[in-house]
Every structure is written in structure tokens, then in C-alpha cells.
């Protein structure tokens, strides 16, 4: 059953250790009760993709995922007949002395030839109720949204040479976008929308402590704190959540308790991916934004 508030959708995220703040939490609730797509758009590592991942285990629903990439078409993304199934039955037709043409060509275009990808596996009828997760759309070409369109509008896809599917039950549907490029408005008018940013520091401190409790309270404080500086610096790729969950496992992995300048040094090739950006923070900049860092994630003192 799908959750019937917003508090109730908030929960079913927390319960899989996604910690959604309250528009996005609305944002989802509407989506699940309205029977929309949505349409999440922000910068690569803020967790949209895990919003579908989690909505999958905490509704039990398959989780089909389509990953775009440039130059998906309609065999990758929707479905493919089985071409050498299909030749090998017409040759048996043949050689049994099957001669009708018009019956043949309708055997060897039934549903046991028709090879399901993601699109049409997630609206199948006789399969479970599904998660459909189109990510990273913007990776695709622009003429692959076209092909959306029917089963975004309608959760039905139409097959010239078998018929109409329709789905039984609607997928629930996760779309997201990094914005290297701009989704046409065909298909943001079709979707519910939300732009997933970097949390808080309030927030990613939760997140932390859910996805990495074995990281200290101290050490988990400064990290979060560095890295909301950090995403104030001019780097080529700002650090994610997912960086900073991996950074702070790698700081206790090596019994680190506190962040100290030589270890985030040694280290930040699991916070940052790019040399130049490694090369930028490295040293001086490192040792001052340590400095910031624990003077911000220090317990208040009580007034005298």
C-alpha cells in the first residue's frame, strides 16, 4: 500500500536510510498519489537515484532500471524481438510444409518472441507491480525522449507488429537528470519535479550517521563540516554525499578520530576524482579549511 501522508512517506524513506527534508518528502507523496512521473534534477551524488532504490524496497516493488546513456535507442530501452527464434521457427514451418504465410507471420510475432527491456518490462502485465528508474537522462540523445512520451503519458507502449501493452498496475516512475543538457518541456510537463541539492550540514551529519555509524560523533562532525566548505571552493567536480560517506568509512577504516591536515591529505582521492581538484585543496588549503572545520563542528560553551 502506498503511504496515505506526508509523514508516512518520510518514514518509508528514513526506513530505508534516505533522509529526505519536507519538500521532498511532499514532492514524493504527491508523485506516489497522483500516479505522476518524477522528475528529479540536481548536481551527480545529492541521491537521486537512491530515492528510487529505497521506494523500491520500501513499497516491494521491482526495481527496473534504465540507464541512459548517448545513443540508447528503442531495442535497448523498450524491447527487441528475437530475431534468431523467429528464423529458426520459420524454417521449421517450412520444412513441416507450412504454407500459410499470414498465420506464420502471426505465430512468429507472439509474446514468446518478444524480448522485454527495461520500458516494457516495468509496464508488463504479468509481471509484479515495478520502480521504473530512467537515470541520468540527460545522457541520452534528445530524440529518445519522444519515445517516452506514450509510457510516461499513458504507462503504455505500443508495438506495431503485437499490439498495445498496457500496464495493470503503474509503475511508480524516478527520472533523473545531472542537467548536462535540458530535458524538453514535453516531458517536464508530464512529471511532478524537485531539484535534489547538497544537504545541510544538520542533514548530512543524519545521513552520516545512518549510512556510516561505525564513523565517531567528533570525526563525523568535521568531516561533514570540511565538506560543506569544500563546496564552496572552485573545484571541476564538487564532492557528493556518496564522497562523503566513502571518505568518512575511509578516515575510520585508517582509526582516525578527528580530521588532521596529513591525513585528509593522504585521503583525498576518495573525497575529490579529479587531479587538478586534488592538487587545489592539497597542503595549505587542506591544513586552513581543517582549522574551519573543527571551529565549527565544536560543542558550543556554556555561558559562564
Request: charged share 25%.
Amino acid at each position: 500500500m502506498l503511504p496515505a501522508t506526508v509523514a508516512e512517506t518520510a518514514a518509508l524513506l528514513a526506513a530505508g536510510g534516505y533522509v529526505a527534508d519536507q519538500a521532498l518528502a511532499t514532492t514524493v507523496h504527491l508523485a506516489l498519489g497522483m500516479q505522476r512521473p518524477l522528475f528529479l534534477e540536481g548536481e551527480p551524488g545529492t541521491g537521486k537515484t537512491e530515492i528510487a532504490k529505497v521506494l523500491a524496497a520500501g513499497l516491494n516493488r521491482r526495481l527496473v532500471r534504465l540507464q541512459c546513456y548517448d545513443g540508447l535507442d528503442l531495442a535497448a530501452a523498450a524491447y527487441e524481438w528475437d530475431h534468431a527464434r523467429q528464423l529458426m521457427a520459420i524454417r521449421i514451418a517450412e520444412a513441416a510444409g507450412d504454407t500459410d504465410r499470414h498465420a506464420l507471420a502471426a505465430d512468429i510475432y507472439a509474446r514468446e518472441y518478444l524480448q522485454a527491456r527495461p520500458l516494457l518490462s516495468a509496464i508488463d502485465p504479468d509481471q509484479p507491480p515495478a520502480v521504473l528508474l530512467i537515470d541520468e537522462l540527460d545522457r541520452a540523445d534528445e530524440p529518445f525522449e519522444a519515445f517516452l512520451l506514450e509510457v510516461l503519458a499513458d504507462f503504455q507502449l505500443t508495438i506495431p507488429e503485437y499490439g498495445t501493452v498496457h500496464a495493470r498496475t503503474r509503475p511508480v516512475v524516478i527520472i533523473t537528470s545531472n542537467r548536462t543538457r535540458e530535458v524538453h518541456d514535453a516531458i517536464r510537463r508530464r512529471c511532478l519535479y524537485h531539484w535534489v541539492d547538497y544537504p545541510d550540514a544538520a542533514r548530512e551529519r543524519e545521513i552520516l550517521a545512518r549510512k556510516a555509524p561505525q564513523v565517531g560523533a567528533k570525526l563525523s562532525a568535521e568531516v561533514v563540516a570540511f565538506v560543506q566548505r569544500l563546496r564552496g571552493e572552485d573545484l571541476f567536480k564538487l564532492p557528493g554525499v556518496a564522497e562523503t560517506i566513502d571518505w568518512a568509512g575511509a578516515l575510520a577504516y585508517l582509526d582516525q578520530h578527528e580530521l588532521v591536515p596529513a591525513a585528509v591529505d593522504e585521503t583525498l582521492g576518495v573525497l575529490l576524482k579529479y587531479q587538478d581538484d586534488i592538487a587545489k585543496v592539497r597542503g595549505a588549503e587542506a591544513a586552513r579549511l581543517v582549522a574551519e572545520a573543527k571551529q565549527a563542528a565544536a560543542p558550543a560553551k556554556p555561558f559562564a
